[in-house]
């Protein structure tokens, strides 16, 4: 089993994107999003993966700002590999089924493990564990269990043994139907070690977290590596990781593709604000700065750690032709004309 542990450097990207008091807080948060997500999936880029382009997409995610008046317009990719774009979606899910979750009776976290597993057989493994979870499902099923709570797909990666861990995250409504998953869970999973499952009863809202961060990690033990992080997003892609068990949400979750919001902490008026990755901050055409703050050093320091990581580029590499601003702005507003 995969370290599962969260170092000092990985509460940043743990962090969810919740209800904050201010815009300024709300930016400053996005800022911190942006910085990592343009560094991770900028390394992401040099592999010539199949999900090419939406490393792409999720690179030039919220590039822009789009002011009018006292609202910006943000626009977002809605790719996996987005830090950005998977924060405020896990917010948004946390935040319309937190209350139907916590008025279930007797409800528990469930996290349920199997052996590690080597790169080549990480697609395989996946789908194997999503095929048991449906198959406890229809058990249950059938003696007249319904299960109600949540699942959650999550993966780690262990640098040191070079291997991977898919896993399940669930809540769980009543202690003995989750104890009851778990039992059929070692049933179909021999190899499996008791020690590596658990169930813990949720007290209180800070219990849901866990079902409603990452679904995969980006920095493990202060080592980043682009080529088993792209392993699996590539062994979970068209795949669902969330899902809701026998519970209705209370609040709209599903992630548009453009948010505005009015702020407080710049003046009203036209005006386009453009990111740069090296002062890690959206910046007008005059060099403006967006936010009163810069990113914490937590935050910073993953930033330094992907980015010495190392470049995998393959041998026969597709040449990639980065997008013009003209085109990455098109993109983004194709009905506004270009101001720079």
Known sequence: MCDLKTSKSEHALDTLELTVPSSELLYQKRQRSKAINT???????????????????????????????KNVTTHFCKKRSCIICSRVYASKLMIGYMKPLLELEDLHLVTLTAVNVKKGKLNQEVKR???????????????????????????????????????????????AVAEEYMRLWLEMNPTADRKGQDIRKVKNKGGLIEVFKYVTKAIIADTFDSRSLDAMYQSIHGLQA???????????????????????????RIEVWKWCQDKKDWYTY???????S????????IIRI???????????????????????????????????
Do not use: W
């Open 39 to 69: 560094s991770v999936n900028g390394k992401l880029l040099y592999l010539n993966s199949p999900l090419h382009k939406a490393y792409q997409n999720a690179y030039y995610c919220n590039t822009y700002l789009f002011q009018d008046g």
């Open 129 to 175: 564990i999503k095929g048991i979870h449906r198959k406890i499902y229809r058990i249950l099923f059938k003696r007249g269990i319904r299960i109600r709570g949540f699942f959650k797909l999550e993966q780690t990666y262990s640098s040191k043994r070079d291997d991977f861990n898919p896993h399940l995250h669930m809540l769980i409504s009543g202690k």
């Open 242 to 268: 969330y899902r809701a068990l026998g519970v209705k949400k209370e609040k709209e979750v599903k992630l548009e593709d453009s948010e505005t919001r009015t702020i407080e902490h710049r003046g009203e």
């Open 286 to 292: 005059e060099g403006e700065k967006f936010n009163n």
């Open 294 to 301: 810069t990113i914490e050093k937590d935050a910073d320091r």
């Open 306 to 340: 992907v980015d010495k990581s190392k470049n995998h580029v393959l041998k026969k590499q597709r040449i990639y032709d980065s997008p013009t601003d003209d085109e990455i702005f098109k993109r983004f507003r194709a009905d506004k004309q270009i101001l720079f």
